[in-house]
């Protein structure tokens, strides 16, 4: 069974900079793709950003510039650095595996003032 835990979230100031963890355990089967996605409050789950095996990564237009995806095949482990965060980047934060039911439960990210 697969299992991935995202880890990191918090408030922060408008400016500032978190970085999330998605821990991956069980069976695997192999190194995936890797994504974040986010959903604000009353809006509907969104793609934030991609990495592959081979450390290709995409991000979406809103974020570009301002986070960077990353990956420890060793560990089993993707990381979301988010910088110069935004009001409108507060929501919670999701690991999936690539083209799978597979979901982290989330982690909080606000950004206030």
């Known amino acids: 069974q697969v299992q991935l835990v995202e880890s990191g979230g918090g408030l922060v100031q408008p400016g500032g900079s978190l970085r999330l963890s998605c821990a991956a355990s069980?069976?695997?089967?192999?190194?995936?793709?890797m994504e974040w996605y986010r959903q604000a409050p009353g809006k509907q789950r969104e793609w934030v950003a991609i990495?592959?095996?081979?450390?290709?990564?995409n991000y979406a237009n809103s974020v570009k510039g301002r986070f960077t995806i990353s990956r420890d095949n060793a560990k089993n482990t993707v990381y979301l650095q988010m910088n110069t965060l935004k009001p409108e980047d507060t929501a919670v934060y999701y690991c999936?595996?690539?083209?799978?039911?597979?979901w982290g439960q989330g982690t909080q990210v606000t950004v206030s003032s």
């Open positions: 999936r595996i690539f083209s799978t039911g597979y």
């Open positions: 990495i592959t095996t081979g450390g290709t990564t």
């Open positions: 069980g069976s695997i089967g192999g190194i995936n793709p």
